[in-house]
Nanobody, 120 residues
Framework: QVQLVESGGALVQPGGSLRVSCAASGSFVRINTMGWYRQAPGKEREFVAIVTSGDSANYADSVKGRFTISRDNAKNTVYLQMNSLKPEDTAVYYC??????????????WGQGTQVIVSS
């Protein structure tokens, strides 16, 4: 059983910074891509950032230059460093990972989400 567990969500003021984390656990052979998505109230879930196993990263235009995604393969963890936060960044942030299990099948896994609120 593979699990993704996010942490680090909080209430922060506009212009502030926050880092959220997501750790993968369970039985698997390889973690391929890892990424973050977010869903604001009343809106659809949207892509935020993704990082490959080779540390190549891509970002949504709305967060470029403010957010940085990184991963620690030894800890099976992906991070999202968020700087210069804006109220429109308020959302539930979901971790996503493409993981090859011990059965040699590759699946898309999601975490349960962590709430980020940007407000004064």
């Amino acid at each position: 059983q593979v699990q993704l567990v996010e942490s680090g969500g909080a209430l922060v003021q506009p212009g502030g910074s926050l880092r959220v984390s997501c750790a993968a656990s369970g039985s698997f052979v390889r973690i391929n891509t890892m990424g973050w998505y977010r869903q604001a109230p009343g809106k659809e879930r949207e892509f935020v950032a993704i990082v490959t196993s080779g540390d190549s990263a891509n970002y949504a235009d709305s967060v470029k230059g403010r957010f940085t995604i990184s991963r620690d393969n030894a800890k099976n963890t992906v991070y999202l460093q968020m700087n210069s936060l804006k109220p429109e960044d308020t959302a539930v942030y979901y971790c996503n990972a493409l993981i090859t299990t011990t059965a040699r099948s590759t699946y898309n896994f999601w975490g349960q989400g962590t709430q980020v609120i940007v407000s004064s």
